[in-house]
């Protein structure tokens, strides 16, 4: 109960977490909250709206469609850019506006939070951090909702962190299981059931050393670092590699990219070459092949720089 409650402090500090927000931690990862938004936050007989920019934004607009009307307020052939708000097509009734700040799989990061302001200023609006919660400043107060799951940047997999505006809370679907209840978990102060104690505790030690390690302006300082070394290669590379994102919203933490408009074997090459020099994991999602660099907290700047002088000598010898 004390690491419960030192975590929880952790979250409010790192985060500047408003009195008026509950804290929680919950079970059942990001695909757990697909439901969850929908079966605490969604009205009966109202409509609520979906950015879909990527696969998992994707998936939890499908998923809202079990519980509920859910819609679409824009629409894209690939997932490499976000179309300016002024096109989208909100619903200034809808019971919140959902979407994921980070695409890992196809690299694509909002840069700005959607608006609450003018009609739409009592739609809530809601955000799946799970992987870039703890690279940024963000006020929290712009929203409605925040969750993440933690293996991305806070800590091993197993426990997600909701951070809920109180007044959305205690009005779930009468159907909304009680493990999945944000009104029952925070009045449970997340210990409804048994935690998933180790996952809390070691977020708690990460959270403690990213106050120690500057906070979270040093987290996006040094995020804003690692990703541009990639990307000044990538974009000085004369085409030997490719974004396939928009450069306004290309990620900070996947930086995703193709060799010579997609050459399969060359690719697999580059991910062969790169094993052997100790940099690993950089094969693509299966759902769209390529390389992607995964540069969460945990990879140094070194780290990084060792990456894109491989790029470099891969591209001269190739």
Known sequence: MAINDDA?????????????YKVMFMAGGGTGQFAAVPLNLSAEGKSADYCVSGTWSEKAFKEAKKFGNSNCVFS?????????????????????????????????????????????????????MSSNLGTRIFDVNRFGVIYA??????????????????????RPRSFCPSVLDYSQTSKANSLMNTPVTYSVYMTKLVMEWIEDNGGLSQMENDSKAKSQLLYDVIDSSDGFYSSVVDKMF???????????????????????????????????HRSVG???????????????EKLAQFMRDFQKSN
């Open 8 to 20: 929880i402090a952790c979250v409010r500090r790192i985060f500047n977490v408003p009195n008026n």
């Open 76 to 128: 894209v052939n690939k997932f490499t850019t976000i179309p300016g708000e002024s096109t989208w097509s909100r619903d200034k009734d809808a019971s919140y506006l959902y979407y994921c700040d980070n695409e890992t799989i196809h690299g694509v990061e909002f840069p700005f939070i959607p608006s609450n302001e003018g009609d739409f200023a009592n739609v809530p609006v809601v955000a799946d």
């Open 149 to 170: 799951t933690v293996q991305k940047n806070l800590g091993p997999a197993g426990c997600t962190i909701v951070i809920a505006r109180e007044d959305l809370l205690g």
């Open 250 to 284: 290309r990620s900070r933490v996947n930086v995703v990219f193709r060799l010579k408009d997609g050459d399969e074997q060359l690719e697999a090459a580059f991910i062969s070459a790169a094993k052997k020099n100790n940099l690993l994991s950089l094969k693509g």
């Open 290 to 304: 390529g390389i992607r660099a995964s540069i969460y907290n945990a990879i140094s700047l070194k780290m990084v």
